[in-house]
């Protein structure tokens, strides 16, 4: 049960991860400013943080 719950939570993370990195690709396309590369920076580090939460809680869920 544990398990199956790891795998939800970080699946769900991928989709934000892959939305978020989604948003700062469109920004990086379409309206690249000087005040947007640490908008772009910013959202990346979300999308990253959003799937190592979800690889963690897949890890710990999982092989607990």
């Known amino acids: 049960m544990r398990a ?6 970080y ?3 991928c989709a ?3 939305l978020v990195l989604g948003l700062a690709a469109l920004v990086w396309f379409t ?3 000087a005040g947007d590369l ?3 920076f910013n959202l990346i580090l979300i999308g990253l943080g959003a799937w190592t939460i979800g ?3 897949w890890y710990v869920l999982a092989k607990a």
């Open 31 to 33: 309206e690249r400013e």
């Open 16 to 18: 934000v991860a892959v």
């Open 38 to 40: 640490v908008m772009i």
């Open 55 to 57: 690889r963690a809680c």
């Open 11 to 13: 699946w769900i993370a």
């Open 4 to 9: 199956t719950l790891g795998k939800v939570i």
